[in-house]
């Protein structure tokens, strides 16, 4: 087993690196050598570091004097909570969440078409508007004009990435204060895990339009069930369903279409382009860490948006520090106060992804995922058409079918899982009779 990990590493090593050292040569396209993706992201990783090791210190400092039992002061109330905190757990991920749903699901239909309607809405004008944004901060120059020419381009993902999850906080804490919560159970620096992966998918998100297309970025995540699936058949030894091997067969698929249709056409260099899906499995190998921890601290009792201020609480930590350590953080107010437009972007941005996020702890709590699974898979698809129609992004006839393609797999497999679950619940309601 050491030899097979070992031997991705050095298969990753390999696949990696000729696409730094192209875009070390092809510097011009990002700046300069130090706008390389991969020196950026150590940059941000050792800021990390100066925070994560010196707190790693400390919870092992308190634990090991026992300072639970020990500790006394003013300071003990703060050290509790986030070295110890509540030990006690609990099965139920959210006490709001079961009665929210047995409540809608007993009230009439106009009222509940209503809810619907609202929260389909609000997920659809938040992430769009936010995807929209996000590529034309990403892509696009600010001050051009006809006497100086292309104007400067916006190059700190980081930034955009601290400006979204201050944001974040600041709803997520009045949101906990205005409204009562489950009290807190879980230490604090738990919530630190989660949060530095959020960190690094974020950005790698970000940081992947330097490289590629906003609609073979939505593609990409779309289609991240496929990883999942070989990671959980080969570390796992999960077996799956049929018409899952079927869905993500369609899905590769249409992927493959849209990508061989799209290198035909005006780009990147193809090297260029392999940096951006580089990027993308990190940002999927990020995210589906985060979404496994946090089921994990879900164990302990509290509620969504107690979960959204914990991670967002030590995601401003670790980028702001990062972000002052680099020198960055000055440089990128510098480029708003330069720029109006550029900051009223970054604002809405950070605001369409902070009310996103509570469209979608609403829609979960009122209507169970399948629902708000169906409403972002559409998203997607708009996002894409949305993408072509401003940005002017070529899709061959060959391209749209890989889309199609791709998001029939996608509502097959909503559909199936959807089948499955009604099939078990009413073979779990089937009375056994004694004979």
């Known amino acids: ?25 092809d510097a011009s396209l990002l700046g300069g050598w130090q706008d390389v993706w991969l020196f950026r992201l150590f940059l ?8 994560i090791i010196p707190g790693y210190f400390l919870i092992s400092y308190f634990k090991r ?26 099965g139920l991920l959210d006490d709001a969440s079961p009665a929210a749903r047995n409540e809608s699901e007993s009230s009439s239909s106009a009222p509940q078409a209503v809810k619907l309607f609202f929260c389909a809405a609000g997920l659809q004008a938040s992430y769009l508007t936010w995807g929209v944004l996000q590529e034309r901060v990403m892509t696009r120059s600010y001050g051009a004009t006809e006497v100086e020419g292309s104007g400067e381009r916006f190059r700190d993902s980081q930034f955009l990435v601290f400006m979204n999850r201050i944001l974040a906080l600041t709803v997520s804490g009045l949101w906990c204060v205005l409204f009562k919560q489950p009290r807190h159970g879980a230490p604090m620096y738990k ?61 590769s698929l249409g992927v493959s279409m849209f990508l061989l249709s799209s290198s035909t056409g005006k780009h990147s260099s193809t090297v260029t382009t392999f ?47 990062s972000l002052l350590e680099q020198g960055a953080f000055f440089d990128s107010l510098a480029f708003m106060m330069r720029h109006s437009e550029f900051t009223m972007h970054a604002v809405l941005l950070s605001v369409c ?12 709590s009122q209507f169970g995922a399948a629902v708000f699974t169906i409403i972002m898979t559409l998203r ?36 199936a ?19």
């Open 1 to 25: 087993m050491p030899l097979f990990a070992w031997s991705l590493c050095w298969c990753a090593a390999l696949c990696v690196l000729p696409s730094v050292f192209a875009d070390a040569e």
């Open 44 to 51: 941000n990783v050792l800021g990390y570091a100066t925070i």
């Open 65 to 90: 004097i026992n300072y639970l039992e020990t500790g006394r002061g003013l300071c003990f109330p703060v050290i509790k909570t986030c070295v110890f905190g509540n030990e006690s757990k609990t």
């Open 191 to 251: 919530y630190s895990f989660a949060s530095l992966s959020n960190i690094l998918s974020s950005w790698c998100q970000y940081e992947a339009l330097k490289y590629i297309s906003f609609p073979t970025q939505v593609l990409a995540k779309a289609s991240k069930v496929i990883p999942v699936m070989l990671m959980g058949k080969i570390v796992s030894r999960k077996s799956y369903e049929y018409w899952e091997y079927l869905t993500a067969v369609l899905i």
């Open 275 to 321: 940096s951006g899906v580089v990027i993308l499995g990190g940002y999927i190998v990020f995210d589906s860490f985060t979404s496994n921890w946090q089921d994990n601290l879900f164990k302990y009792k509290m509620s969504s948006v107690q979960m959204m201020f914990g991670v967002n609480l030590f995601s401003c930590l670790f980028t702001v520090g």
């Open 353 to 364: 992804s902070a009310f996103g996020q509570l469209f979608i702890f609403y829609t979960i």
């Open 380 to 415: 997607q698809a708009i996002a894409i058409l949305l993408s072509c129609f401003l940005y002017g992004h070529a899709v061959t006839l060959v391209g749209g079918l890989g889309v199609a393609v791709v998001f029939l797999a996608l509502f097959l497999r909503i559909y």
């Open 417 to 435: 899982r959807s089948r499955v679950k009604k099939s078990s619940n009413r073979a779990a309601q089937t009375p056994v009779q004694k004979v």
